[in-house]
């Protein structure tokens, strides 16, 4: 199995999850956090939420990090102006391309689609910026408009193409066939966003792999909307366990960098929660989400010094 390089978007999707809310603080941390795992860019917000989000961004781009730090984007150039006045060159443009989106959500055509992609691409390209597209929910698109859409892309100067499985409906043989069909038809690298509503974003993301996805989203622990995107450590246990292939990623930060995300979204895990609901060792549950996670702190003081 080939080596994917890993899309950490638990700031941006992971926030998306239900009674998640990171302050500025946890996010720059998250992202330091992340940098030192290795991994190989960091989806850090999306610009056009606001001052505070821009904040956090601003701060996380600013701190010179070997990832890249990358936004999220609409096909709106006031939000890519957001995110170039947050100091970021990596620009993530998000477009609808299901029929269920286009027209009942936005009420819009595939041409006027085409027609957004193409200005929103063009004005961050002409802003010095290295721009990756997005088919959201590309799982429930007509192949031929998916296609049309990333052939587009690829003759913009698209840097690679994010196939979404938005609502979390494809099954690992499935996802296996489309992302072969389409990697025969696409020439620039391709990225796969997984959901896991049945349980089944990491298997997802492994057919992905395996049918050429030279990149790949996930989050941290698994966070996101509804049951969740892609875990980090399951796909990175997994890759490791069943094919040999090493993400070269520091294990024991990410030991670290999953305890902390588990806290700062009130997430505590099952085991501890189910020791908590028998009764049994609740001390152990006490210490899991209020002690300081004494190597996190040790680890900044020596980088600070
Ligand atoms: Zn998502």
Redesign the pocket.
């Known amino acids: 199995m080939q080596r994917p390089l890993i899309i950490d978007?638990t700031l941006r999707?992971g926030e998306?999850a239900p009674g998640v809310v990171f302050s500025i603080e946890e996010k720059v941390l998250i992202a330091r956090l992340l940098d030192r795992v290795g991994v190989y860019q960091i989806e850090a917000g999306i610009p056009a939420m606001g001052e505070i989000e821009q904040e956090a961004i601003r701060t996380i781009a600013a701190l010179g990090l070997q990832s890249r730090v990358s936004t999220w984007n609409r096909l709106l150039l006031t939000d890519i102006r957001a995110s170039l006045a947050c100091g970021v060159r990596d620009i993530h443009i998000c477009a609808p391309i299901s029929e269920i989106h286009i027209r009942y959500k936005l009420h819009q055509s595939h041409r006027w689609v085409l027609a957004r992609l193409k200005e929103a691409l063009s004005y961050a390209l002409a802003h010095g910026c290295r721009v990756t597209v997005g088919a959201e929910d590309a799982s429930r698109a007509e192949e031929s408009f998916l296609v049309e859409f990333a052939l587009v892309s690829q003759e913009l100067g698209a840097e690679r193409l994010r196939y979404?499985d938005?609502v979390g409906i494809l099954d690992p043989f499935t996802t296996f066939e489309r992302l072969s069909r389409l990697r025969e038809k696409v020439a620039i690298p391709l990225e796969f966003?997984g959901?896991n509503d049945f349980g089944m974003a990491t298997a997802n993301t492994l057919a992905a792999v395996k049918a050429g996805c030279s990149y790949v989203?996930v989050t941290v622990g698994g966070l996101?909307?509804r049951a969740g995107?892609t875990s980090l450590e399951e796909l990175a246990a997994a890759l490791k366990g069943i094919y040999g292939t090493e993400l070269g990623l520091g294990d024991r930060v990410l030991q670290l960098l999953s305890r902390y995300v588990a806290r700062a979204a009130n997430r505590v895990s099952t085991q501890a929660e189910y020791k908590l609901r028998t009764g049994h060792r609740p001390s152990a549950y006490k210490a899991l989400t209020t002690q300081p996670i004494q190597p996190i702190e040790n680890m900044l003081r020596v980088e600070r010094r």
């Open positions: 978007v999707d998306q979404c938005t966003h959901h989203d996101g909307e995107n």
